[in-house]
């Protein structure tokens, strides 16, 4: 794979490849639980789960059905640790059997009730790299989605969500307020990637990844769902959207600046940690 991975730290935008991993022990790139060996011993990995390994931190996407979440539950940064704690009361998470294709990550367990996770004991969970459902294949991809445009579809690549408009006529008017609002509204690093065949929502903490089919680059259509396009500009469009018993619409801007919603995502960790 290619695609390079681009995670913003304060000083700087750090690119690193998600497949072809930079270093032999640390893992870097993505990687899907494969086992997890915990009170009923070594199963099949009971949820779907996978770690996004970069110099920078670690982030947890979890998925369920066509619903993905993002946590900074790792946001520690994993580097080859070994198999041995440092000391007997030493409960310090543990990187080892690491290369670039796999690592097992050991962790001291504390739940009295989990079902798989043990009650004061050792977890070891194993990950592998280059293992995806279909549609974590697709959520990924979003994630780190190009800014190319496609000429026989100009609605194909990432946008930015700004807002909503009650009506078109308003657009000229609102748009100044949509931007200057936008870094503290529910909308900041929210992004629409539309691909080929599937459209993926991406939020501040998550996001939810849908099939489509175009009618042209003027409407789309989701389920049982028709939307309409107004195409505002070459890189802003308005998407008309039901709520309720009303009609709005939706103020998209392409990404353009060759950045990814996984780099405006992972910025918001990032801050936190510092």
Known sequence: MNRS?????????ISLPIVANAQTNNPRGIYK???LTGKLGEVKAPFEQYKICTDSMTLMVSEQANYFSISDNDHR????????????????????????KQFKLKWWSTYPYHIHFPNNDWCIEKYESGKYTETSKVFFDALNGTSDVDANNPLIGTWRF?????????????????HEQYQKSKYFNSFIVFAPKNWTLIAKSGGAVNKIEYSGKKSYKSGNKTSQVKWLSKNRIAVEEHIDYRTDWMILERVTDGTTPLTHIASQFVSKTQ
């Open 5 to 13: 991975l681009k995670m913003l730290t304060a000083a700087a935008i």
């Open 33 to 35: 639980m494969t086992t």
């Open 77 to 100: 940064v994993f580097n080859y640790t070994g198999e041995q704690p440092k000391s007997e009361g030493d409960k310090s998470p543990l990187i080892y059997d690491s290369n670039d």
């Open 162 to 178: 700004i807002g909503y408009v009650d009506e078109l006529r308003d657009v000229k008017r609102e748009l100044p307020k949509l």
